[in-house]
Structure formats: C-alpha cells, structure tokens
C-alpha cells in the first residue's frame, strides 16, 4: 500500500471537486452543442417547409391588377366625360341590392349620372363583382404567406382552405372557401374574419 503524507490527504477532496468541476462543465457544454443542434434542426424544417402549399400570391396580385385597372380607369373617364375635377374623391361598393353604389364630393345629379352609367357597364361590374369577393381575401393569403416567410410558420386556417388539388387553389376558388368559413363563423357567434364591406376608392 502506497502511504501519503497529511498535505496529500488534505488536497484530495479539492482535486475531486476540480474534476468534478470540470466533468459538470464539460457536460453542460455537451448539453449546450445538443441544444444548439436540436434548434438547427428545428429552424431547418421551418425553413424548408413553410407549410403555404406554394400558393403563387403575385400571380393572384397580377391577375386582380386588371381589374383594378379597369375600375380605376373606368372611374377617371366618367369623370372626364362630365367635365369634372381628376382629383375628386370617388368611393364605390355595393348596395343592398348588389347594385354599384357610388359616393363622393359632387353633386347628388352627377353621382347619380355616373352611377347609372357604371350599373350599364358589364365590363365595369364584372371587374368590380370580381373585386369586391376576391380583393379581401387577397388580402388574407398575402397577409398570412408575409408571416410565414418572416416566421417559418403554419397557419391551420389557412392550410384549412387549401386543396391538395393545385387546380383547385385558383384565387376564385379560396374566396368562396373565404366567404363560407366567415359565414360558418359568424353562425356560430365566433369572432369573424373580416365582415367590413370592400369599397373601392378613387384618390384616396
């Protein structure tokens, strides 16, 4: 048996404390590498799967843009044809009838005039109609695919409208999907999506 001196006996249990010490660290930075890559791994699903079913938003964008144009353009030439103001603030959306509806700074005559004229235009209220159910929704699906790129988040109410089918995910096809699920809502007293009747305006 190997004999040791008082002064070794004495810096035995500071040793086991220092390799102790260190075993603790070395395990915490085990633990630390761990969690580190368990969050890599994390981000990287995130990542590469932004669960929005590749919804192509700038296509629905450009494929409102026309009728955006056609509204706005439509609307300067009325006011061109009766001789008024190009800055006049023009508010259009749609009565209780589903008819155009026309609001602004001129005279109840004019409005009128040029009401008629926008409810004689097929052109006009097919662009408008397309409008009025697609632009929120629109809305919607930009709101939720700027989330989920900034966030790597999913949106289950939004996955919840989507069909596997990308035939079926045409803009057209998500607003009815929209405009059920804010009617299912609010049958059943839940707090609606967005219930504010779409208006176009002319230089807001």
């Known amino acids: 048996m190997t004999h040791i001196s008082t002064e070794q006996a004495l810096q035995i249990p500071q040793q086991l404390k220092q390799q102790g010490s260190q075993a603790d660290t070395g395990t915490s930075s085990e633990k630390g590498k761990k969690l580190l890559s368990e969050d890599d791994v994390t981000l990287r ?106 966030y790597g988040v999913e949106n289950n109410l939004f996955n919840s409208l989507l069909s596997d089918d990308r035939d079926y995910n045409k803009l057209n096809d998500i607003a009815h999907r929209f405009d059920s699920l804010k009617n299912a809502q609010s049958n ?8 504010e009747q779409f208006h176009f305006t002319l230089n807001a």
Do not use: C, H, W
Request: proline share 4%; net charge positive.
């Open 45 to 150: 699903q995130l990542q590469v799967n932004p669960n929005t079913k590749k919804i192509k938003v700038e296509a629905y964008k450009n494929e409102l843009g026309k009728d955006n144009a056609i509204v706005q353009e439509t609307l300067k030439n009325k006011l061109a044809e009766y001789r008024l103001s190009a800055n006049t603030q023009l508010k259009v959306e749609k009565d209780m009838l589903g008819n155009v509806a026309l609001k602004g700074a001129l005279l109840q005559s004019d409005l009128e005039r040029i009401g008629d004229d926008l409810n004689n235009s097929t052109a006009f209220k097919n662009s408008f109609s397309r409008l009025s159910q697609q632009k929120p929704t629109l809305d919607y699906v930009d709101n939720v695919a700027k989330l989920s790129s900034a």
């Open 188 to 195: 059943m007293n839940e707090p609606p999506l967005n219930t």
